[in-house]
């Protein structure tokens, strides 16, 4: 492959991932299409802003392991834009500024088609994007070899993406917000304990401390089978709050919960390997539909 194509861009972007910064957008947009407050703009800017925002996230997660040298021959995810010599570290840099660029352009659309809507001249919305760049950075470069990964999935891939994807809308956020941000992150956050469970061995001599490089295999399978049991729980909630009716539960988190049942006995069947990132490719598929049934379901 020729360095720095448009092929080597679109590896290093891994579009598969950008499964998780849609999701939360869509839950949003569709609560909001339920309260009568969707905003076309708004919700497509939001959605912008998620994907570029993964894609950035995406490039500073390739050039900064690479620099460290976590990616190393026995690597068993995708393979590595800059590792493998698609793009150079100097162009690498440069598409995250362009990409970042890009984003806060994006961001301040959302400033300004949602001004009206907004109770505290969107000052709220500039502080949460500075902390979404600043995370970008800090995940990355220090907070998930702490072990904070599953944390911050729950804060920018459920609270964070939910609700200012309602609140850029509505002008408000309320109880349902929470629970579907609940509901997301926990579902996302699958994504990552199934990769931190392939990566076990590799982290713990990267000196990468996640959850299962801690508390060891059985402890990541559980915990991966529990986020989806967890998830589905927390949208019995939504029932609750009339969001739901019973028959949608069943239709929508249930069938998400067989997938992902399916997908765990499938996980811990195999337990190491390069063949876990099949299931890595069954999660992502897992998380879409759950969105997209959760999404039918309260639009509806």
Request: aromatic share 12%; with cysteine.
């Amino acid at each position: 492959m020729h360095p720095n194509s448009p092929q080597a861009w679109l590896l290093a972007a891994r579009p598969k991932t950008l499964t998780a910064a849609l999701i939360p957008v869509i839950l949003g947009s569709a609560l909001a299409f339920a309260d009568r407050q969707f905003q076309t703009e708004e919700a497509v800017l939001c959605l912008l802003f998620a994907c570029l925002m993964q894609v950035a996230a995406n490039f500073i997660n390739d050039l900064f392991d690479f620099r460290k040298g976590s990616d190393r021959s026995d690597r068993l995810g995708p393979q590595r834009a800059c590792a493998e010599g698609w793009i150079t570290p100097y162009a690498m840099t440069i598409g995250i500024g362009v990409v970042l660029a890009l984003a806060c352009a994006c961001g301040l659309g959302v400033l300004y088609f949602a001004w009206g809507n907004l109770p505290h001249g969107g000052w709220e919305l500039v502080l949460l994007g500075i902390l979404c760049l600043l995370f970008a950075f800090l995940y990355t470069t220090v907070l998930s070899y702490k072990g904070w990964g599953d944390v911050l999935v729950l804060v920018f891939f459920g609270f964070v993406p939910v609700g200012g994807t309602y609140y850029v809308q509505a002008g408000q956020v309320n109880w349902d917000v929470c629970l579907l941000s609940l509901v997301s992150g926990l579902v996302i956050d699958t994504l990552l304990m199934v990769n931190n469970y392939r990566d076990r061995e590799q982290d713990r001599i990267s000196g990468k401390q996640t959850l299962v490089v801690r508390y060891g295999e059985r402890f990541g399978a559980g915990m991966y089978l529990g986020l989806g049991l967890a998830a589905v729980a927390i949208c019995a909630g939504l029932v609750f709050t009339g969001r739901l009716t019973w028959p949608e539960f069943i239709w929508a988190p249930c069938i998400y919960l067989y997938l992902h049942t399916l997908t765990w006995r499938k996980m811990i069947e195999i337990k190491e390997g390069k063949e876990l990132n099949r299931i890595l490719g069954e999660t992502s598929r897992n998380m879409l539909f759950m969105g997209l049934l959760l999404c039918a379901a309260l639009a509806s």
